[in-house]
Antibody, heavy 120, light 105 residues
Framework: QVQLQESGPGLVKPSETLSLTCAVSGYSISSGYYWGWIRQPPGKGLEWIGSIYHSGSTYYNPSLKSRVTISVDTSKNQFSLKLSSVTAADTAVYYC?????????????WGQGTLVTVSS | SYELTQPLSVSVALGQTARITCGGNNIGSKNVHWYQQKPGQAPVLVIYRDSNRPSGIPERFSGSNSGNTATLTISRAQAGDEADYYCQVWDSSEVFGGGTKLTVL
């Protein structure tokens, strides 16, 4: 059974960088698939942030691209998100998820999500 | 950027059929995926590529997609189906609809 678990600070100061990691178990990232990050502000809908392939190729939401970096560590079977210059608008539950492929493919396994609050 | 439009809320009587729509320009030419999200939980994929059910999803859940509207249909609605539902497509980027709250009366 594929499982994903997000981890990272729950509180980040404005203008700083948000950093989260997603640990994957039950499946080797090196075996394939894409791995993505999605966020959900409190009481609002889902927003895709970006996704990465095990080889390291990435694709990002154009609206966030200038501030986002997603990386993968196959030796630890995990991938990470960095979002720079955060503001209160970046306060959200952040989910990591497995994606079957690029474009026209769903997110079939999700982590439980982690709330990140941007506040001084 | 591509936009997906969902009704904010849909109500259905217990045991009846609920239909949740997802509107977008020529969405019928795209693959649509649907997620169910219950309060405090992560989304769960219930339909992928318009009309396919993942393993473990009841046959009561079905989907269709044509023209400018994709539809998630929930037959014989149960209290446990109360949740938010989101559609998703790819259009040079992953796009989610705004979500629909389903209430089972």
């Amino acid at each position: 059974q594929v499982q994903l678990q997000e981890s990272g600070p729950g509180l980040v100061k404005p203008s700083e960088t948000l950093s989260l990691t997603c640990a994957v178990s039950g499946y080797s990232i090196s075996s394939g698939y894409y791995w993505g990050w999605i966020r959900q502000p409190p009481g609002k809908g889902l927003e895709w942030i970006g996704s990465i392939y095990h080889s390291g190729s990435t694709y990002y939401n154009p609206s966030l691209k200038s501030r986002v970096t997603i990386s993968v560590d196959t030796s630890k079977n995990q991938f990470s998100l960095k979002l720079s210059s955060v503001t209160a608008a970046d306060t959200a539950v952040y989910y990591c998820a497995r994606q079957v492929g690029v474009g026209a493919t769903p997110f079939d396994y999700w982590g439980q999500g982690t709330l990140v609050t941007v506040s001084s | 950027s591509y936009e997906l439009t969902q009704p904010l809320s849909v109500s259905v009587a217990l045991g009846q059929t609920a239909r949740i729509t997802c509107g977008g320009n020529n969405i019928g030419s795209k693959n649509v995926h649907w997620y169910q999200q219950k309060p405090g939980q992560a989304p769960v994929l219930v339909i992928y590529r318009d009309s396919n059910r993942p393993s473990g999803i009841p046959e009561r859940f079905s989907g269709s997609n044509s023209g400018n509207t994709a539809t998630l249909t929930i037959s014989r609605a149960q209290a446990g189906d109360e949740a938010d539902y989101y559609c998703q497509v790819w259009d040079s980027s992953e796009v989610f609809g705004g979500g629909t709250k389903l209430t089972v009366l």
